[in-house]
T-cell receptor, first 110, second 114 residues
Framework: EDKVVQSPLSLVVHEGDTVTLNCSYE??????LLWYKQEKKAPTFLFML????IEKKSGRLSSILDKKELFSILNITATQTGDSAIYLC??????????FGTGTRLTIIP | DAGVTQSPTHLIKTRGQQVTLRCSPK?????VSWYQQALGQGPQFIFQ???????QRGNFPDRFSGHQFPNYSSELNVNALLLGDSALYLC?????????????FGPGTRLLVL
């Protein structure tokens, strides 16, 4: 069965720190890996990764996929209090649904 | 450009009742997926609708059913509510270009079953 595992489950850092969130997956028929940010309700889309080794970047956020080792990381540099949220990783494994991990709860202390 | 909208935002029901949740997809999207997110968990896939038919279903009982209308909006119905059905119900829309297309989420409906 498709499985996505995120680590750490929670993380508390000071404003200005850099954080790395991890996502590993067990695949039956990998298509893509997606990262979402969930602050209160709606998960908002951050990145979709399909190719190994190609970094996607948006401002202070970046993400990369390793299809050989079956994992992805999400980096956030110069963190701000507005980055406090739950970060969800999800995989699309050859069918229509997204399989989510349990998320990493990130807390930024001013 | 209107994003995904859902109604109602909050709902309180009692065990055994039935509930209907509604979703309007992002403009231009034709596919709607429903997810259940329990507290402290990631969203779990319920089912997906495309061309007014259920295309794929997750591991949820038949008490969970849905519908998609010609304008691509969708409803999620849950019968015989249980306490364990309390959760955030998320609707996501996408454009049917094949598996792996990005899904965009609505704000969700928070259901509390007493």
């Amino acid at each position: 069965e498709d499985k996505v595992v995120q680590s750490p489950l929670s993380l508390v850092v000071h404003e200005g720190d850099t954080v790395t969130l991890n996502c590993s997956y067990e695949v039956t028929n990998f298509r893509s890996l997606l990262w979402y940010k969930q602050e209160k309700k709606a998960p908002t889309f951050l990145f979709m990764l399909t190719s190994s080794g190609i970094e996607k970047k948006s401002g202070r956020l970046s993400s990369i996929l390793d299809k050989k080792e079956l994992f992805s990381i999400l980096n956030i540099t110069a963190t701000q209090t507005g980055d406090s949220a739950i970060y969800l990783c999800a995989g699309s494994f050859g069918n229509e649904k997204l399989t989510f991990g349990t998320g990493t709860r990130l807390t930024i202390i001013p | 450009d209107a994003g995904v909208t859902q109604s109602p935002t909050h709902l309180i029901k009692t065990r055994g009742q039935q509930v209907t949740l509604r979703c309007s997809p992002k403009s231009g999207h034709d596919t709607v997926s429903w997810y259940q997110q329990a507290l402290g968990q990631g969203p779990q896939f319920i089912f997906q609708y495309y061309e007014e038919e259920e295309r794929q279903r997750g591991n949820f009982p038949d008490r969970f059913s849905g519908h998609q209308f010609p304008n691509y909006s969708s409803e999620l119905n849950v019968n015989a509510l249980l306490l364990g059905d309390s959760a955030l119900y998320l609707c996501a829309s996408s454009l049917d270009l094949g598996p792996g297309e990005t899904q965009y989420f609505g704000p969700g409906t928070r259901l509390l079953v007493l």
